[in-house]
């Protein structure tokens, strides 16, 4: 398992795939935290918080992380690498949770240099160090099940098809409703009682929740569950080669 973890993590960065999602997403967010005239401008908000690249990270992640996960089963089923894969002495749950971690493993990698951001405020505040801290650490760890959240959706959306961009489109749109689309319909106020329950099925909610600087076991509890649900929907499509 560990091998196959290790391939495909040397694969992204041998195809240049690594690189360009760590380097994309450091220039979109540099790009609007330091740069461009925006409501996310840090600078030109004159408070020392990291709050905009935390609204903004989600969305960028929206695109992104489809972008590196779209190719895990997709290109495998198109090169018809796929049944030589699940020959492998290894069981289908370990071969997605290979593919699984290396995915997140190149998230985890584009986050890391944002650290920077988080020194450069905290000199940047008056006085220095006049940043929340709890709140900022909690943001990072809700960025981070979050992301895993979402490469679980696109590790599915790749197992679905042979075709990359139709799995692209396909994480994009279910990323899209669970991060947002629960909270779309809990602002229609359609369903009464249970309207505040369909938010809490939001990943947005419990980002918001984490990002507060208090972790939640009930947050940890959701996106873990929304991980493991969301991998095994992928081992059932995976096995459907066998009905």
Known sequence: MFTLLQKEISSYFSSLIGYIVVIVFLLIN?????????DFNILDSGYA????MFMLAP????????????RSFSDEKKSGTIELLLTKPLSDLQIILSKYFANLSIVILSLL?????????YLLGDPQGNLDV????????????????FVAIGLFASSL????????????ILCGFAY???????????FGKIDLFINTLGINAHYISMSRGVIDTRDVIYFLSLISIFI???KISLESRKW
């Open 232 to 234: 095994l929907l992928t």
């Open 161 to 172: 098809t042979d075709n990359q961009i139709i799995s692209f489109i396909i994480s994009i």
């Open 59 to 70: 969305f960028v992640f929206l695109f992104l992380i489809p972008a590196v996960t779209m």
């Open 49 to 52: 918080t990291l709050d905009s």
């Open 30 to 38: 540099s790009l609007f935290l330091w740069a461009l005239p925006t």
């Open 113 to 121: 240099p944002t650290l920077i951001y988080y020194v450069s405020v």
């Open 134 to 149: 709890g709140g900022t650490w909690g943001s990072y760890i809700g960025l981070l099940f979050l992301s895993a959240g």
């Open 180 to 190: 947002i689309g629960f909270e779309f319909i809990y602002s229609l106020n359609l």
